[in-house]
């Protein structure tokens, strides 16, 4: 089933309604007889590509290198200087998940409340800032502490960009958005590679009993790095469309008016308990939280673990470093393009079919095949299936959920229980099952066998509702509400169309 129409979605656009959003446009007068075409929509939306897409996937990069930095330190020194013995890595890993995950529904709604502009380059500094003090560690309790508070600054990063991003842009536009930032994922597992080769060869520096080098270079340099670069964020990211400075008046009004049409919301709603109750109980939201578990399972233990499973297999330090760079720019690339073909056909589903399919035969292929060039081909399959997953799984959840306070809760209630497998993915591969690590490839099979059955059932169950609501089996709910209790209905609404 298609996503809504603009029948579905309330009035055709150059037939604006007054809302109560027009009076804070400046310099527009008389907002209720503004009207827009296709082209003007398109020549807004590609002012907010140019600025704020942009913007955010920087961001992004440094959020996911200074989190994936420690695969990169451990060959590099980091587990024989601090003892990282038995346990101890999967330890320092896991440790980041909990305190990521506690934070991401809160985060939201705080990013709801301050607004994108100040809130995200503010937690970019703090996670900046906790990269350059893992540096200066001196034993495993330092670096479960310095994991800790890097959750704490990086659980807001997905889905909070996610939430934003789906302020601006409708709903057929938001994945191929989505794609784009969440693809500094697998950018940052390449840069982080080629900064790490580059970083460990800087020589010894640093006063007496604060030395640094090796491993610290890459902590250091690579936290200063993300400091200088979040004060641009502020400088070019606006909270709201309507704050746009980039757009004029009549642009502004247009911006924010076609995303309260197609949700049938105000972008001044508050949030109340309800909308907490009604994003973590949608039926879609648990399939796509649950999908998002098992590829994260995928995603995170290929980046926490692929320099360790490459080194295995018998490749020195630096060679590892370079070789893990063209299977994350791969997987890049080929993100963005399903994003981009999801968004054409608007379908989010049948995406996640096909890519668990070559998640799945890429895991199969490392654990059945002997040569180390096989080996690294379905290093190839395996990053391509899985990483352009997650932005699916979350794209499709706020697809779903109607009203800027439900979707605010919805990406971080989706991106917090995925964080869940961020936590089993840190117990995938272990230090005994080298060199050919066979538990944790089964693993993976396992997850995104399970990701293809979620996609499936959640094929079938918008399919289902969209068709009763088709046939009028929802018209109940609209019984003796005012028109304001109506739009309150949100993906409740008769009118509103599943996306599968």
């Given at each position: 089933?298609?996503?809504?129409?603009?029948?579905?979605t309330g009035?055709?656009?150059?037939?604006?309604?007054?809302?109560?959003?027009?009076?804070?446009?400046?310099?527009?007068?008389?907002?209720?007889?503004?009207?827009?075409?296709?082209?003007?929509?398109?020549?807004?939306?590609?002012?907010?590509?140019?600025?704020?897409?942009?913007?955010?996937?920087?961001?992004?990069?440094?959020?996911?290198?200074?989190?994936?930095?420690?695969?990169?330190?451990?060959?590099?020194?980091?587990?024989?200087?601090?003892?990282?013995?038995?346990?101890?890595?999967?330890?320092?890993?896991?440790?980041?998940?909990?305190?990521?995950?506690?934070?991401?529904?809160?985060?939201?709604?705080?990013l709801?409340?301050?607004?994108?502009?100040?809130?995200?380059?503010?937690?970019?500094?703090?996670?900046?800032?906790v990269?350059?003090?893992?540096?200066?560690?001196?034993?495993?309790?330092?670096?479960?502490?310095?994991?800790?508070?890097?959750?704490?600054t990086?659980?807001?990063?997905?889905?909070?960009?996610?939430?934003?991003?789906?302020?601006?842009?409708?709903?057929?536009?938001?994945?191929?958005?989505?794609?784009?930032?969440?693809?500094?994922?697998?950018?940052?597992g390449?840069?982080?590679?080629?900064?790490?080769?580059?970083?460990?060869?800087?020589?010894?520096?640093?006063?007496?009993?604060?030395?640094?080098?090796?491993?610290?270079?890459?902590?250091?340099f690579?936290?200063?790095?993300?400091?200088?670069?979040?004060?641009?964020?502020?400088?070019?990211?606006?909270?709201?469309?309507?704050?746009?400075?980039?757009?004029?008046?009549?642009?502004?009004?247009?911006?924010?008016?076609?995303?309260?049409?197609?949700?049938?919301?105000?972008?001044?709603?508050?949030?109340?308990?309800?909308?907490?109750?009604?994003?973590?109980?949608?039926?879609?939201?648990?399939?796509?939280?649950?999908?998002?578990?098992?590829?994260?399972?995928?995603?995170?233990?290929?980046?926490?673990?692929?320099?360790?499973?490459?080194?295995?297999?018998?490749?020195?330090?630096?060679?590892?470093?370079?070789?893990?760079?063209?299977?994350?720019?791969?997987?890049?690339?080929?993100?963005?393009?399903?994003?981009?073909?999801?968004?054409?056909?608007?379908?989010?589903?049948?995406?996640?079919?096909?890519?668990?399919?070559?998640?799945?035969s890429?895991?199969?292929?490392?654990?059945?095949?002997?040569?180390?060039?096989?080996?690294?081909?379905?290093?190839?399959?395996?990053?391509?299936?899985?990483?352009?997953?997650?932005?699916?799984?979350?794209?499709?959840?706020?697809n779903?959920?109607?009203?800027?306070?439900?979707?605010?809760?919805?990406?971080?209630?989706?991106?917090?229980?995925?964080?869940?497998?961020?936590?089993?993915?840190?117990?995938?591969?272990?230090?005994?099952?080298?060199?050919?690590?066979?538990?944790?490839?089964?693993?993976?099979?396992?997850?995104?066998?399970?990701a293809?059955?979620?996609?499936?059932?959640?094929?079938?169950?918008?399919?289902?509702?969209?068709?009763?609501?088709?046939?009028?089996?929802?018209?109940?709910?609209?019984?003796?509400?005012?028109?304001?209790?109506?739009?309150?209905?949100?993906?409740?609404?008769?009118?509103?169309?599943?996306?599968?």
């Amino acid at each position: 089933m298609h996503e809504a129409s603009e029948k579905d979605t309330g009035p055709a656009v150059n037939k604006a309604e007054s809302t109560s959003n027009s009076s804070k446009i400046e310099q527009v007068e008389n907002a209720s007889t503004i009207e827009w075409t296709a082209a003007d929509e398109k020549r807004i939306r590609n002012k907010m590509d140019l600025r704020i897409v942009p913007t955010v996937f920087v961001l992004y990069i440094l959020c996911f290198i200074d989190r994936a930095n420690i695969g990169n330190a451990r060959i590099q020194g980091m587990a024989k200087d601090l003892h990282l013995v038995g346990f101890r890595f999967n330890w320092a890993l896991t440790i980041f998940y909990i305190s990521y995950i506690a934070v991401e529904i809160p985060s939201n709604i705080i990013l709801k409340i301050i607004g994108g502009r100040y809130y995200l380059p503010l937690l970019v500094v703090g996670f900046g800032l906790v990269s350059m003090c893992t540096a200066f560690i001196k034993n495993y309790h330092g670096l479960l502490a310095c994991r800790f508070i890097l959750g704490l600054t990086e659980g807001g990063m997905m889905p909070g960009i996610s939430y934003y991003l789906s302020c601006f842009y409708r709903r057929h536009e938001l994945l191929l958005r989505i794609g784009f930032f969440v693809t500094g994922a697998s950018l940052a597992g390449a840069f982080g590679g080629l900064l790490a080769a580059g970083l460990t060869q800087i020589p010894e520096w640093g006063v007496k009993g604060s030395r640094i080098h090796d491993w610290r270079n890459i902590f250091f340099f690579e936290g200063l790095f993300t400091l200088l670069v979040a004060g641009l964020g502020i400088m070019i990211l606006p909270s709201r469309p309507d704050q746009c400075k980039f757009l004029d008046p009549r642009d502004r009004y247009i911006a924010l008016e076609r995303i309260n049409r197609e949700h049938k919301e105000s972008a001044d709603e508050k949030i109340r308990p309800y909308h907490v109750r009604r994003a973590i109980l949608n039926i879609n939201n648990l399939i796509c939280g649950l999908g998002f578990f098992m590829i994260n399972v995928s995603v995170q233990s290929f980046s926490l673990f692929l320099p360790t499973i490459l080194n295995a297999l018998g490749w020195t330090a630096l060679k590892t470093q370079f070789y893990t760079v063209p299977p994350y720019t791969l997987a890049c690339f080929w993100a963005i393009f399903l994003s981009y073909v999801s968004d054409k056909i608007q379908r989010r589903g049948v995406i996640v079919l096909g890519s668990t399919i070559l998640a799945i035969s890429g895991y199969t292929m490392l654990v059945t095949v002997k040569s180390n060039t096989a080996k690294y081909i379905a290093v190839y399959m395996a990053a391509s299936g899985a990483f352009p997953l997650g932005p699916v799984f979350l794209a499709w959840a706020l697809n779903n959920a109607a009203g800027p306070s439900v979707r605010a809760v919805t990406g971080g209630s989706v991106v917090a229980l995925g964080g869940g497998g961020a936590i089993l993915a840190t117990w995938t591969y272990l230090e005994k099952d080298k060199p050919n690590y066979k538990r944790g490839h089964y693993i993976n099979i396992g997850a995104n066998c399970v990701a293809f059955l979620l996609a499936l059932t959640g094929i079938l169950y918008t399919r289902w509702e969209n068709r009763k609501r088709e046939r009028g089996e929802r018209d109940h709910r609209l019984v003796n509400l005012s028109e304001d209790e109506k739009n309150k209905l949100g993906y409740r609404h008769p009118e509103f169309r599943y996306c599968e």
